[in-house]
Nanobody, 125 residues
Framework: QVQLVESGGGLVQPGGSLRLSCAASGFTLDTYAIGWFRQAPGKEREGVSCLSTSAPITLYADSVKGRFTISGDNAKNTVYLQMNSLKPEDTAVYYC??????????????????WGQGTQVTVSS
């Protein structure tokens, strides 16, 4: 049974950092692509970053390039999203998602089959 559990969200001041974790079970990272998405109130879910450890490939939305870094630890079966220089507009619920494709990743929510429950990130002074 595929399961994804996010953690690491919280309240941070503008300019601060957070590291989100996505712990996966029921599959191994080297056979799936993992994406991070976010959804702010009243807005559609948007792709933030994605990773395929087998390809390997990483992709980032323009809005987070240079500030966010995605990485995977195959031994821990966990994907991380390091978020630096956070801005108020980064405030959202962040979700990780998985799809059984090892050779590419996508920023489109509809391309993913499995989702975590989400973790809230609030950037505010």
């Amino acid at each position: 049974q595929v399961q994804l559990v996010e953690s690491g969200g919280g309240l941070v001041q503008p300019g601060g950092s957070l590291r989100l974790s996505c712990a996966a079970s029921g599959f191994t990272l080297d056979t799936y692509a993992i994406g991070w998405f976010r959804q702010a109130p009243g807005k559609e879910r948007e792709g933030v970053s994605c990773l395929s450890t087998s390809a390997p490939i990483t992709l980032y939305a323009d809005s987070v390039k240079g500030r966010f870094t995605i990485s995977g630890d195959n031994a821990k079966n966990t994907v991380y999203l390091q978020m630096n220089s956070l801005k108020p507009e980064d405030t959202a619920v962040y979700y990780c998602a998985a799809v059984p494709h090892a050779l590419y990743c996508s920023g489109a929510p509809d391309d993913y089959d499995y989702w975590g429950q989400g973790t809230q990130v609030t950037v505010s002074s």
